[in-house]
């Protein structure tokens, strides 16, 4: 290996992750650890209308003393609205971190300072016991297969709301229809 191929080499191995140790007359490669992995959205990023967003934290009546959930949160904007009309704390979960620099952008033009918070992720890995609103948009079959998560993680009472896709079996508490979308409510039940 030419000596530029070997620094170029190492320069992505350090971006990678893997450590290494020099010693005399070699390098040694130590604690080694797996590059973060990305995979690919599930689902495309499609936004929710405004008027839409309005109607889905009506229906979970968010208040001051909620923290609102949005698992897949495209540009921020069910995040933002949630902080700045109804004073939550908020948290927006995204898997493509294009997504992630354009939400926290937006919540920087908002002024929302540590109301709001965001985390590239996979929703399905993703930490969400705290939440007491969670906001979807993906399809029904991820929300299906995000179902037992939720009713594992999420405390009793916490209220979900999806846009425009249901829970397949789970049937809703309430469903309301805005301009031409479907918005289905859940609770988490007491067990
Ligand atoms: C239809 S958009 C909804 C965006 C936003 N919630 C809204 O209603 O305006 C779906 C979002 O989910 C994200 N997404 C898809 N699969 C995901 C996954 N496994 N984990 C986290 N985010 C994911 C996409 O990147 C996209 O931004």
Known sequence: MHRRQF???????GAAGLGYAAEPGRILL??????????SP?????????EVVDKMLDMAKVTAKDVVYDLGCGDGRI??????????????????PTRIKEAQANAKAAKLGDKVRFIE??????????????????LTRLNEKLKPKLLKELKPGTRIVSHAFDMGDWAPEQKAQVAASNVYLWRIPKS
């Open 7 to 13: 620094i170029g080499a190492l320069a992505g191995i």
């Open 30 to 39: 130590a604690q080694a650890q797996a590059a973060p992995v990305r995979r």
């Open 42 to 50: 599930d689902v495309i990023f499609v936004p929710t209308p405004n």
């Open 79 to 96: 995040v933002i609205t949630a902080a700045q009309k109804y004073g939550a704390r908020s948290v927006g979960i995204d898997i493509d």
């Open 121 to 138: 992720a996979d929703l399905f890995d993703a930490d969400i016991g705290e939440a007491t609103v969670v906001t979807l948009y993906l």
